[in-house]
């Protein structure tokens, strides 16, 4: 059972537009959300993350979203780069415990 | 700031041989540990997660075990390897409700 899903497998944005990457979850339980960037053959590292007292959350080019009651959020980054070129996961986890879970990911493509 | 090592970086292992992939936490005492593996269609999937010496909790049925015999040393092992063994695997450590990932180690089992 996959408790955080991410749609899309892939998106390609040119550079300067901006990129959006969706998430939905299906615990109730979950109020703490995290994006990870990931590149090839390297460990994910954090970009920003987001709790359920917030619907917004901002960090220079990328921005969170929260909709908890459609259990959606979704990662903005504007401008898009084409270092930002990586797969794009998403994490729950019930608020600030360590047991994250993840997505299956989004590959980002950014062109120039 | 934490460091997590993670070795080997790339292991090529035969059907039904044993495994070890090992993992040592730098700048943080008696933190959580974790397993992760990313498997294409199936993101990071948690594989275990420790909360301290000894203590080891498995999320999914498997033909991996793992291990942690100091604070800070997380051990991965399977006594014999299957072909669906073969994927990216990734030790995390948490702080602040933040998992931080080592580099990961590349299993392809023939």
């Known amino acids: 059972d996959q408790q955080v899903k991410q749609n899309s497998p892939s998106l390609s944005v040119q550079e300067g537009r901006i990129s959006i990457l969706n998430c939905d979850y299906t615990?109730?339980?979950?109020?703490?959300f995290l994006w990870y960037k990931k590149y090839p053959a390297e460990g994910p590292t954090f970009l920003i993350s987001?709790?359920?007292?917030?619907d917004k959350n901002e960090d220079g080019r990328f921005t969170v979203f929260l909709n908890k009651s459609a259990k959606h959020l979704s990662l903005h980054i504007v401008p898009s780069q084409p270092g930002d070129s990586a797969v794009y996961f998403c994490?729950?986890?019930?608020?600030?415990?360590?047991?994250?879970?993840f997505g299956t990911g989004t590959r980002l493509q950014v062109f120039p | 700031s934490q460091t997590i090592h993670q070795w080997p970086a790339t292991l090529v292992q035969p059907v039904g041989s044993p495994l070890s992939l090992e993992c040592t936490v730098e700048?943080?005492?008696?933190?959580?540990l974790y397993w992760y593996r990313q498997a294409a269609g199936r993101g990071l999937q948690l594989l275990f997660y420790?909360?301290?010496?000894?203590?080891i909790s498995s999320e999914v049925p498997q033909n991996l075990s793992a291990s942690r015999p100091q604070d800070r040393q997380f051990i991965l092992s399977s006594k014999k390897l299957l072909l669906s063994d073969s994927g990216f695997y990734l030790c995390?450590?948490?702080?602040?409700?933040?998992?931080?990932f080592g580099e990961g180690s590349r299993l392809t089992v023939l």
């Open positions: 995390a450590s948490s702080w602040d409700g933040e998992l931080f």
């Open positions: 987001i709790s359920s007292i917030k």
């Open positions: 700048g943080t005492s008696n933190p959580n």
């Open positions: 420790s909360v301290g010496i000894g203590q």
């Open positions: 615990n109730s339980m979950f109020d703490y």
């Open positions: 994490a729950a986890s019930e608020y600030r415990t360590d047991k994250l879970i």
